[in-house]
T-cell receptor
């Protein structure tokens, strides 16, 4: 158990809908990262937050957004969902913003868009 | 941009044998970190081992060790005394030290340990 929690474990929804994925980092970790793992794109970095502030952006679509709250949990919002958004979404956490700490991954949320 | 290449999509090994997974990367940075993550059928991403680029000594964690060749930009993972529980996808990952700390992953190697 990495100490990172993600909810829900599975999510099935229809095209055009909006969903919210939730992540709680390990106790004491200030940085949260979101990754998408799809069959054709592999593991891709989406976005990083550090202590409530956006720190880095990767291949995140404009239909996707995220935030980190004062209690350090983070939410990833996916809207106007398309079939191609079906993937496993991971959250990872580490100690600091520019930190060299290892990232520990949550169990992931499997999103299926029908 | 940093890229990570794993040239072996699938590998298999007999239980108790040794296997080596390959990884190469491309970067202009001098200081960085490299990781191997394991993803078993449960899909959980589990850290296997980490290597700091400034360290010449290869990292080891029990049955897992790496061969880090900085000049060649090569970072292979050796699994000794393979166990059935080692069956998983293995991902090599690169992380910059400064600024963006997102990890860049290779495409993965699917390892099957046969009884």
């Amino acid at each position: 158990d990495s100490g990172v929690t993600q909810t829900p474990k599975h999510l099935i929804t229809a095209t055009g809908q909006r969903v919210t994925l939730r992540c709680s980092p390990r106790s004491g970790d200030l940085s949260v990262y979101w990754y998408q793992q799809s069959l054709d794109q592999g593991l891709q970095f989406l976005i990083q937050y550090y202590n409530g502030e956006e720190r880095a952006k990767g291949n995140i679509l404009e239909r996707f957004s995220a935030q980190q709250f004062p209690d350090l949990h983070s939410e990833l919002n996916l809207s106007s969902l398309e079939l191609g958004d079906s993937a496993l979404y991971f959250c990872a956490s580490s100690g600091g913003a520019g930190s060299t700490d290892t990232q520990y991954f949550g169990p992931g949320t499997r999103l299926t868009v029908l | 941009a940093q890229t990570v290449t794993q040239s072996q999509p699938e590998m298999s090994v007999q239980e108790a044998e040794t296997v080596t997974l390959s990884c190469t990367y491309d970067t202009s940075e001098n200081n960085y970190y490299l990781f191997w993550y394991k993803q078993p059928p449960s899909r959980q991403m589990i850290l296997v081992i980490r290597q700091e680029a400034y360290k010449q000594q290869n990292a080891t964690e029990n049955r897992f060790s790496v061969n880090f060749q900085k000049a060649a930009k090569s970072f292979s993972l050796k699994i000794s005394d393979s166990q059935l529980g080692d069956t998983a996808m293995y991902f090599c990952a690169f992380m910059r030290i400064y600024n963006n700390n997102d990890m860049r992953f290779g495409a993965g190697t699917r390892l099957t340990v046969k009884p």
